[in-house]
């Protein structure tokens, strides 16, 4: 319970926690920064990370004259970190893919997300590779399914390079652009409720669109 807390505490307040490494640590941020996102989407276990608010309060830091962050680093680095999370959790899915499923849970890790992003993949085929980006959870566990499947790693590698530019690109930029809005750094918590909200837009879509 306390774990859950101190993540939510971290969603919530990334910003201020981020400004803090970067006073603190300097350019190791880059590497904090690199591991976090490595660990949500290589780590099918982790699926709780904040992806999408860490990207966007990464850029708005970024683009504060009072640290040594480049976003310039920022978006290849974490391009980086995406790609190769991905990689390896799309070769544990391919090769202990049926083990892990017959768990039930795993640490934040539940069997019924598997089932969840089968069905994206039902749907959308390669492209939930790309579309799993922007959604929180089922990105982290959209390359273990693919291993897991019967998708190439030639086919899977190329949405899943598509989808780590878009997602790294689009809202580090939004950060960096308006991240330092002084409306934004005051409801910093409401606009991760708002990232996170219109990430998880086309599961609710879904869900009605099967119950009509």
Excluded at 31 to 45: K, M, Q, R, S
Aim: aromatic share 16%.
């Amino acid at each position: 319970m306390d774990l859950i807390k101190s993540l939510l505490d971290f969603l919530l307040h990334l910003d201020r926690y981020l400004d803090a490494w970067a006073n603190d640590y300097g350019v190791l941020l880059y590497a904090i920064l690199f591991l976090i996102v490595f660990t949500e989407t290589g780590l099918i276990v982790m699926p709780l990370l904040p992806g999408d608010s860490l990207l966007f309060a990464a850029g708005a830091l970024a683009a504060r004259p009072t640290n040594e962050l480049s976003v310039w680093v920022i978006i290849p680095l974490l391009i980086g970190a995406a790609l190769l999370g991905d990689n390896v959790n799309y070769f544990v899915g391919k090769f202990l893919g049926n083990r892990i499923k017959m768990r039930e849970r795993i640490l934040f890790f539940k069997r019924e997300y598997i089932a969840e992003t089968e069905k994206f993949y039902a749907q959308y085929g390669g492209r939930t590779v790309i579309i799993a980006r922007f959604i929180p959870i089922v990105r982290t566990i959209a390359p273990f399914v693919a291993g897991a499947g019967s998708m190439t790693y030639g086919t899977y590698i190329k949405f899943c390079v598509i989808g780590a530019v878009l997602w790294v690109v689009s809202i580090s930029l939004l950060g960096y652009f308006f991240g330092n809005f002084p409306i934004v750094q005051k409801n910093f918590e409401l606009v991760v409720f708002g990232i996170v909200g219109l990430s998880v837009v086309p599961i609710i879509v879904g869900y009605f669109r099967k119950r009509a």
